[in-house]
């Protein structure tokens, strides 16, 4: 079983860096064939796929957040974290971390998720 637990502050203000943190248990995030995402969804909308760090610590974003979206990892401590720079009350949402198999090309773990409000 593999679980996927997401961190970070709930509260951030227009302008700041958001740094959320998700740590994984039951299974390596060097292991061959995952990919390590970060999706959102905002409130009333649909999910929103922000990008992903590859078990070989590849990088790719979504275009849209590209220029304010970074993911990095730690494999020491099996986590990998997404930075959002220069928030706006848009980027109010549910973050959710993810892991994706390129096996049967689907996510099959999924974090529950964290709150995460942009507000002066």
């Known amino acids: 079983q593999v679980l996927l637990q997401e961190s970070g502050p709930g509260l951030a203000k227009p302008s700041q860096t958001l740094s959320l943190t998700c740590t994984v248990s039951g299974g390596s995030i060097t292991t061959s064939n995952y990919a390590w995402n970060w999706i959102r969804q905002p409130p009333g909308k649909g999910l929103e796929w922000m990008g992903v760090?590859?078990?070989?610590?590849?990088?790719y974003y979504s275009p849209s957040l590209k220029s304010r979206t970074s993911i990095s990892r730690d494999t020491s401590k099996n986590q990998f974290s997404l930075q959002l720079r220069s928030v706006t009350p848009e980027d109010t949402a549910v973050y959710y971390c993810?892991?994706?198999?390129?096996?049967?090309?689907?996510?099959?773990?999924w974090g529950q998720g964290t709150q995460v409000t942009v507000s002066s």
């Open positions: 760090i590859t078990y070989e610590g590849k990088t």
């Open positions: 993810a892991r994706f198999q390129d096996i049967y090309w689907y996510y099959d773990y």
